[in-house]
T-cell receptor
Framework: KNQVEQSPQSLIILEGKNCTLQCNYTVSPFSNLRWYKQDTGRGPVSLTIMTFSENTKSNGRYTATLDADTKQSSLHITASQLSDSASYICVVSDRGSTLGRLYFGRGTQLTVWP | EADIYQTPRYLVIGTGKKITLECSQTMGHDKMYWYQQDPGMELHLIHYSYGVNSTEKGDLSSESTVSRIRTEHFPLTLESARPSHTSQYLC???????????????FGDGTRLSIL
């Protein structure tokens, strides 16, 4: 069964600290993996998208890594800011059908305290 | 920044009413989607469209219907709302690209629907 599991479910860190969010997936065959940031009451916003051949991609203070062999991805946030408080969602796309389904994780709720 | 708009942002309405949730995008994207999201849960695809006059049901069974008469407009309708329809509804769009879902999806800010 194609699934996306994220950990931890929630995380609290102090402003200025770094953190790493995890995503494990069983989606096969794999097409690409995306990380989204969803602020409370807003729609998700794309942070990164990685295909099979990419193992790291950065977007400012956000760096995503991908290990397609172990089917794991991480999102590292450097020097956290209060505005980083949000839910971070891992999404994996397959290429096993003409549709190319998206499989969503439940997200990690990050809270940054001053 | 993506330009995709949903109205209303919040709606509280009684059981049995007909509801239409609006979604419009100004990017000229052919593909549009509707998702349902409950607190702490993953997004579930309920409808999608490849372009004008194209509509398909998604993974999650839904009593809602959609239409795509114009490229920029993808409204979702509930003919008779029930408390089980209470949820957040997110609209998204994406460009045509290699592979059906290989382009990033741009989301609206959602409609939070409460059926009393």
């Amino acid at each position: 069964k194609n699934q996306v599991e994220q950990s931890p479910q929630s995380l609290i860190i102090l402003e200025g600290k770094n953190c790493t969010l995890q995503c494990n997936y069983t989606v096969s065959p794999f097409s690409n993996l995306r990380w989204y940031k969803q602020d409370t009451g807003r729609g998700p916003v794309s942070l990164t998208i990685m295909t099979f051949s990419e193992n790291t991609k950065s977007n400012g203070r956000y760096t995503a890594t991908l290990d397609a062999d172990t089917k794991q991805s991480s999102l590292h946030i450097t020097a956290s800011q209060l505005s980083d408080s949000a839910s971070y969602i891992c999404v994996v796309s397959d290429r096993g059908s003409t549709l190319g389904r998206l499989y969503f994780g439940r997200g990690t709720q990050l809270t940054v305290w001053p | 920044e993506a330009d995709i708009y949903q109205t209303p942002r919040y709606l509280v309405i009684g059981t049995g009413k007909k509801i239409t949730l609006e979604c419009s995008q100004t990017m000229g994207h052919d593909k549009m989607y509707w998702y349902q999201q409950d607190p702490g849960m993953e997004l579930h695809l309920i409808h999608y469209s490849y372009g004008v006059n194209s509509t398909e049901k998604g993974d999650l069974s839904s009593e809602s219907t959609v239409s795509r008469i114009r490229t920029e407009h993808f409204p979702l309708t509930l003919e008779s709302a029930r408390p089980s329809h209470t949820s957040q509804y997110l609209c998204a769009s994406s460009e045509q690209g290699q592979g059906e879902f290989n382009q990033p999806q741009h989301f609206g800010d959602g409609t939070r629907l409460s059926i009393l």
